[in-house]
């Protein structure tokens, strides 16, 4: 009887912790930002979190029904510091998610580690081929580009502007070399020429010799790869060695994103490729940048978009597995079949987890990238040795 009565008493009070056992929310969903906040891509990082930070916002402020807490390093694009600074997030906070980086050989020491320690990374901008390529992985994603797509792009549209010669130009580093090689790789499957393959090393912003190179080669025209203060100077410097009337330079997009203001009119004109650009049309683009600009006073860039897009892969996925991220696979299967309603336009992911996307055709016109067309229509990475 005794016993009969502690066990009622016992069914009663877990009766009554029932609904408050399943009332706690989930824990909250622990992001590592690692972005550069200092150097010379500082403004690309800040954008980046700036639009991951909005689309979060949007969402009021819960994925897959989990609140964010953010964590954040700032890896100064420095692939030495790269490996420390990302364990800094997966050893000492043990985030859930990894979002970064800018840098291609930072981005390369981040897909190491996540796959080392499994942990799921969606890269918001660096474009290293290798990170949809040899080392892709089922929990490692890609919001932006690969190095090589808006390259490829304007190797093609260089070759059907006529141009037979060209010189590269760019930092040497995993970016800029492999930039260079999707334009060259286009260009003289077009019938065109490099003649030579200039570099300066990262970040170095002396371009001087390059561009007397430049002016005593003189090829039909030059394509560069630079982002960030890098490329302020080296369009200012470039129209101030007078180049800019006997030699057209082409640059993929990064060239000009985001560093119009600074350029002024040195940047009038220049044509460049990119998968964003302004004035696209698009409502879903004139929502986005209505509440970018409202949110930061701030005209946002490709870096914004990319953010914006990393917090939607992650959503998708998380909506897909209600918050559960250790269920990786799953996961992943939502990600690879949605269709991502991207500001620059619908795109999907490759098989190796690389944005599917169209490639604009840009023109500086004032203060814009103005769209001119479409450069290369669902451009997809080769995804060269990835292996899944
Ligand atoms: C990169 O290192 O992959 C990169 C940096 C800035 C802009 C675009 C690409």
């Given at each position: 009887?005794?016993?009969?009565r502690?066990t ?16 706690q ?8 930002l690692?972005?550069?906040y200092?150097?010379t891509?500082a403004?690309l990082?800040?954008?980046?979190e ?15 029904g989990r ?10 694009s420095?692939p030495?510091k790269a ?5 800094k997030?997966?050893k000492?906070d ?20 996540a796959?080392d ?6 890269v ?8 949809t390529?040899?080392m ?7 919001s932006s580009?690969?190095?090589w ?6 190797g ?5 502007k006529?141009h037979?010669?060209?010189i ?5 580093y ?7 090689n ?5 260009f003289?499957k ?7 393959q ?7 912003e ?5 561009l007397t ?35 057209p330079l082409?640059?993929a997009?990064f060239?000009?994103?985001g ?13 460049t490729t ?14 986005f940048?209505?509440?970018?600009a ?10 914004a978009?990319?953010?914006y ?18 269920k990786?696979?799953e996961f992943?299967?939502?990600v ?5 309603d ?18 604009y055709?840009?023109e500086v016109?004032g ?5 001119i067309?479409v450069?290369?229509?669902?451009l997809?990475?080769?995804?060269r040795?990835c292996?899944?």
């Amino acid at each position: 009887m005794k016993y009969l009565r502690r066990t009622t008493l016992a069914l009663v009070a877990t009766a009554l912790a029932a609904p408050l056992a399943m009332a706690q929310p989930a824990p909250k969903l622990k992001v590592g930002l690692m972005l550069p906040y200092t150097g010379t891509f500082a403004a690309l990082g800040n954008a980046i979190e700036n639009g991951f930070r909005l689309y979060v916002n949007e969402q009021g402020g819960k994925l897959g029904g989990r609140e964010i807490e953010f964590f954040k390093v700032d890896d100064e694009s420095s692939p030495p510091k790269a490996t420390d600074n990302v364990n800094k997030l997966i050893k000492r906070d043990q985030v859930d998610v990894l979002i970064g980086t800018v840098h291609s050989g930072v981005a390369m020491a981040m897909a190491k580690a996540a796959k080392d320690s499994g942990t799921l990374l969606i890269v918001p901008n660096a474009g290293a081929d290798a990170v949809t390529g040899a080392m892709c992985a089922p929990h490692i994603f890609r919001s932006s580009f690969s190095n090589w797509q808006p390259a490829y792009a304007m190797g093609e549209v260089v070759a059907k502007k006529g141009h037979k010669t060209a010189i590269t130009v760019t930092w040497k580093y995993a970016a800029g070399e492999e930039s260079v090689n999707g334009f060259k790789e286009a260009f003289e499957k077009s019938g065109g020429k490099v003649l030579k393959q200039l570099t300066v090393p990262f970040p170095n912003e002396e371009f001087q010799a390059l561009l007397t190179e430049i002016a005593s080669t003189k090829p039909d025209a030059v394509y560069t790869f630079f982002a960030g203060a890098g490329a302020v100077k080296f369009v200012k410097d470039y129209a101030g060695a007078g180049l800019r009337k006997s030699i057209p330079l082409y640059g993929a997009g990064f060239l000009t994103d985001g560093t119009l203001e600074a350029q002024g009119a040195a940047a009038d004109g220049l044509l460049t490729t990119l998968h964003y650009g302004d004035e696209l049309g698009s409502k879903r683009d004139a929502d986005f940048r209505l509440a970018y600009a409202k949110a930061y006073k701030l005209q946002p860039d490709v870096y914004a978009v990319q953010g914006y897009d990393a917090a939607q892969i992650l959503a998708i996925g998380l909506n897909a597995v209600k918050g559960d991220i250790s269920k990786k696979a799953e996961f992943a299967a939502a990600v690879e079949k949605a269709k991502i309603d991207s500001p620059r336009g619908v795109f999907t992911l490759s098989k190796s987890h690389n944005p599917v996307q169209d490639i604009y055709l840009r023109e500086v016109r004032g203060n814009a990238n103005k769209v001119i067309g479409v450069a290369s229509k669902a451009l997809s990475d080769p995804g060269r040795g990835c292996k899944m």
